[in-house]
């Protein structure tokens, strides 16, 4: 569903949006908390101690090598340096993953009725689509699908009650509410994002950024035993770091892209005996992109 951005002010993007979740979204986790204030190596500059500073309840940063600081806007203007002020706030609001003030989507947070703005239609066990079966192929996981993906049929209705349907492959996160993939790799949660947790081992935990990672690992590993932790968003991590504490082995296999790489760094550097996985897939962006290159598929566009 497309937003409208035409009812943004700047006094709402301050108001309203959160550095801290703006940086998670760029792929900042803090590798550093300090009572109400994060650290974080400064998006503005090579920073190896981290000396961006963001005081979360103010929500006003401080770069302490560069001497600058601000609100969320002001941060955002020294990173998109060429856009004009209103496509500033569109970007700073679709980059936090906000919704514009007249689209709150998520006013409800029931799983069986429907949010705002969507709704489910039906859950059926996954395979009576010739479309997603072909989609699941494609990616490679299509064997470890059974039982772990479920078809979510589902509907999403615009400011003037018009109805559009779909129908996605899913999976459910731990609040119990449908994460989806469709065909053309679009993904979207019908409802309040959180972590997805599948419970096994007591001692031994494999993190993942997407499920599909983690469907991928699976078919390398098929009688693996440990429990699994899928992010469903690199966001996240904060929330994945505190259900990963109490396992003695912790394997994160997050994404070889800058944002994998910082969360991975910033979970190791919080929980030291977690182990980088990633060199698995030395070569490409993920677990799935090297299932996909084994097995034959092709490269579906990002």
Known sequence: MKQSFNNISARWVKDHISI?????????????????????????????????????KQNIWHDHGEGKGGTIIDFAMLIWKDLSFPELLE??????????PELQLYQRQEVSRSAAGYGILAIKDFGNIPAL?????????????????????????????FRTNFFAAGWQNQLGVWEVSS?????????????????????????????????????????ATDSVLVLNSVALWEAGLKKAEPFSEIFLFLDNDPAGQRATSAFREAIPRAIDCSGIYTGYNDYNDKIVAERGGYQLSR
């Not at 001692?203 to 390398?220: H, I, K, M, P, Q």
């Open 183 to 223: 065909t053309d790799r679009k993904k979207l949660c019908l409802g309040p994002k959180a972590i997805s947790f599948i419970p096994n081992s007591e001692r031994s935990l494999a993190v993942f950024e997407g499920y599909f990672n983690y469907l991928s690992w699976l078919t390398d590993n098929p009688f």
């Open 20 to 56: 801290v979740d703006l940086l998670a979204n760029m792929g900042y986790p803090p590798p550093k908390l300090t009572g109400k204030e994060r650290y974080y190596h400064s998006p503005l500059r090579d920073d190896p101690t981290p000396s961006f500073c963001v005081d979360e």
């Open 133 to 161: 079966v072909d989609y699941l192929d494609r990616r490679g996981i299509r064997a470890v699908a059974e039982g772990r993906i479920r078809e979510v049929h589902y509907y999403t209705e615009n400011a003037n009650k």
């Open 91 to 100: 970007k700073i609001v679709t980059m936090s993953h906000a919704q514009a």
